[in-house]
């Protein structure tokens, strides 16, 4: 069975990390966010949840850095056995994502797609520097109709979101 894969481009960082393959993904709840950005830390501690990703143990914050409420327009496309994400964050979302990586340069941040750990890039700049906007841009790997059902769900979540990647 094939892995869902995400690589994304976060300003010029390119990051590509596997997830949990598309059989153990659950459908969302429709209140729950599908796509969150959480702290990682190194060590076990209160507040912090452990999961496991691609043979590391990651300890995430409990505390949201980013989730859907911080997303102005998610614009998925299904091409094939891809799901490509653009990303646009609001200004809100922006302003606590430029205070989380520079307080955390060095650790990492987690993606998770409907609270699945998609990939946990290393922060090696401040993103969203002078309040401009970040687009996310992510590609993840998975069976067709898995990408179409989460693209879907997207749409629903954010219904002006039609735009198509080029």
């Known amino acids: 069975m094939r892995r869902p894969v995400l690589h994304a481009l976060v300003m010029l960082g390119v990051f590509a990390c596997t997830g949990k393959p598309a059989s153990e993904a659950r459908s969302p709840d429709r209140n729950a966010s599908l796509i969150r950005l959480r702290l990682v830390h190194d060590n076990p501690g209160p507040e912090l949840q452990r999961v496991e990703y691609g043979g590391d143990t990651l300890y995430l914050d409990s505390r949201l850095a980013v989730s859907d409420s911080d ?56 993103l969203g520097r002078a309040g401009a906007r970040i687009p996310l841009i992510g590609v993840c790997d998975l069976p067709e109709a898995e990408a179409n059902r989460i693209a879907e769900a997207i749409r629903a979540r954010w219904p002006a979101a039609t735009g198509r990647i080029e």
Do not use: K, N, W
């Not at 609001?90 to 994502?97: S, V």
């Open 71 to 126: 997303f102005q327009a998610v614009h998925p496309t299904v091409r094939g056995d891809q799901l490509l994400l653009r990303i646009d964050v609001t200004p809100e979302g922006t302003r606590r994502l430029e205070r989380l990586t520079g307080q955390h340069m060095g650790q990492r941040l987690a993606f998770l797609l409907e609270s699945h750990v998609c990939g946990a890039p290393t922060i090696r700049d401040t």
